[in-house]
């Protein structure tokens, strides 16, 4: 009895501890969109989207065209996004507005994340790659 409850001690504690580091390694940093849900591949001659999560519940980042914010929560692998708020200018590339909306809908839409290997995958709630980052 004593043994397993060490066990599910120890497994609880591991498994906080990588929960924390994800989210900690979320925060702090520009990421550079990669791939998006609707594109096999970036658009050229567009401006590449980013994200940066804020320690303060914040994101902001730019959507291709546009600044972008809003407010989210993470917790463990969980993570909810608000509605993006963004100035309103038009790409001047076409690709560059289709990029930008495939953006907003993937960030909205995320409800999980994970970081593997330098890389962040915004994840749906099943667990498909909404978008990925670098």
Known sequence: MRRTMLTIS???????????????ELRGREWMLTWVEGFAAMPAGVQTPTIRFGTDGRLSGNTGCNSAGAAYRAEGDRLTIDALISTKRACVAAEGNALESAYVRAVEATKRFRITSGELEL???SGSVLARFR
Do not use: M, N, Y
Request: charged share 10%; hydrophobic share 50%.
């Open 123 to 125: 994840l749906s709630e």
């Open 10 to 24: 120890l497994v609880l504690t591991f498994l906080g501890c990588i929960s924390t580091a994800s989210v900690e």
